[in-house]
């Protein structure tokens, strides 16, 4: 910085420096807010990033730009022109630091491992998210667990939750097999949490051996192709 320069910002009243902030600090605000969909309102500036500003700033006219990676969780990267009349009167790059809220599902209490989630509504500071935030639509379907400790007040996201299974491990099923006519019903037990659809490990209860099956509707496991007889055999899929 030159002499005549740092004599310019010296000699700037402290009530136009002061100006100038606030109206830096507006821009900010607001071009975070537009850049992640915020209300301005959500958006705190905990630190500007400069210490000094030019005497345009009271009154010029502020363009900001960051990365299209950035996040503002933290401390981030904006590059700010300042323009008075029209022309440019000076560019500065600010590394501001940024809090962002939202109101976001967070646990109600203390969660352990498959627990069904309690949770409820809080401001949630974007910075503690790690992964993506669930929606209170998708956490009123009832159908999720935790995947691991949840600690109270920890916010929701599909990192820490699990899809409640359509069958657990330890459940007891029919395993059937057969062909044409031909229909055996052996009882059993699922080997572990599984969906509609997937492929199973069934632990045989009369003979104790291990059967491999599909899960083809809840409590019925066959382990071929699936078959009119088994439909009607098993009493959870609906026929037409």
Same mark, same amino acid.
Request: aromatic share 4%; net charge negative.
């Given at each position: ?16 420096? !002061?100006?100038?902030?606030? #109206? ?72 501001? #630091? ?16 498959? $627990? ?24 009123? !379907? ?31 099923? !029919? ?13 059993? #037990? ?8 997937? #492929? ?37 899929? $609906?026929?037409?």
């Amino acid at each position: 910085m030159s002499p005549a320069t740092l004599a310019l910002l010296l000699s700037f009243p402290a009530s136009g420096q !002061q100006a100038g902030v606030e #109206r830096l600090e507006r821009a900010l605000r607001e071009h975070v807010a537009a850049r992640l969909e915020l209300a301005p309102e959500d958006v705190e500036i905990l630190h500007l990033g400069v210490s000094t500003l030019p005497p345009c700033a009271d009154t010029a006219r502020a363009v900001l730009e960051s990365p299209p990676s950035e996040r503002f969780r933290g401390h981030a990267e904006v590059s700010v022109e300042l323009y008075g009349d029209s022309e440019s009167c000076t560019t500065m790059r600010l590394r501001p #630091r940024i809090r962002t809220w939202t109101d976001a599902p967070v646990a109600a209490s203390v969660l352990r491992p498959g $627990q069904e989630v309690l949770w409820e509504m809080r401001r949630v500071a974007l910075e503690r998210f790690t992964g993506t935030p669930m929606q209170p639509a998708e956490l009123e !379907q009832g159908r999720w667990l935790a995947r691991t400790t949840i600690a109270q007040g920890e916010p929701l996201t599909e990192l820490v939750l699990r899809t409640r299974p359509d069958a657990a491990s330890g459940e007891p099923v !029919q395993v059937l097999a057969g062909a044409g006519g031909l229909l055996i019903e052996t009882p059993g #037990r699922l080997m572990s949490d599984a969906f509609l659809g997937d #492929r199973v490990r069934v632990a045989n209860m009369a003979t104790h051996g291990v059967h491999d099956g599909i899960l083809f509707a809840p409590g019925c496991v066959s382990t071929g192709a699936v078959t009119p007889r088994m439909k009607e055999a098993c009493p959870h899929v $609906q026929n037409p």
